[in-house]
């Protein structure tokens, strides 16, 4: 079983960048790390997610290339770069881990409020 819990979110003015962090902890490896944000209103949006390899990263069309994904050498920390933020970029944002390929995304943090002002 797996445990995952966010950090690094709060207000922050368009333009600005802001880093998230998840931090994973349990025996379980994971085959897959993701960042999700949820709006008020609207679906849950996939944002960016890395393999364990770290060799395969994916982004929403709505964040490409201004955020960026990426996990520190042990893999229990995932971190969520994000740059030239704007209003648009308000949600709540959830870690969330895939144990294997073929497996959903099943484990899921608490989430993180990001708001961006202009």
């Known amino acids: 079983q797996v445990q995952l819990v966010e950090s690094g979110g709060g207000l922050v003015q368009a333009g600005g960048s802001l880093r998230l962090s998840c931090s994973a902890s349990?025996?379980?490896?994971?085959?897959?790390m993701g960042w999700f944000r949820q709006a008020p209103g609207k679906e849950r949006e996939f944002v960016a997610g890395?393999?364990?390899?770290?060799?395969?990263?994916r982004y929403g069309d709505s964040v490409q290339g201004r955020f960026t994904i990426s996990r520190d050498k042990s893999g229990t920390t995932t971190y969520l770069q994000m740059d030239s933020l704007n209003p648009d970029d308000t949600a709540v944002y959830y870690c969330?881990?895939?144990?294997?390929?073929?497996?959903?995304?099943?484990?899921w943090g608490q989430g993180t409020q990001v708001t961006v002002s202009e």
């Open positions: 890395i393999v364990w390899g770290g060799g395969s990263a």
């Open positions: 349990g025996r379980a490896a994971m085959y897959a």
């Open positions: 969330a881990a895939k144990i294997t390929k073929s497996t959903n995304w099943s484990e």
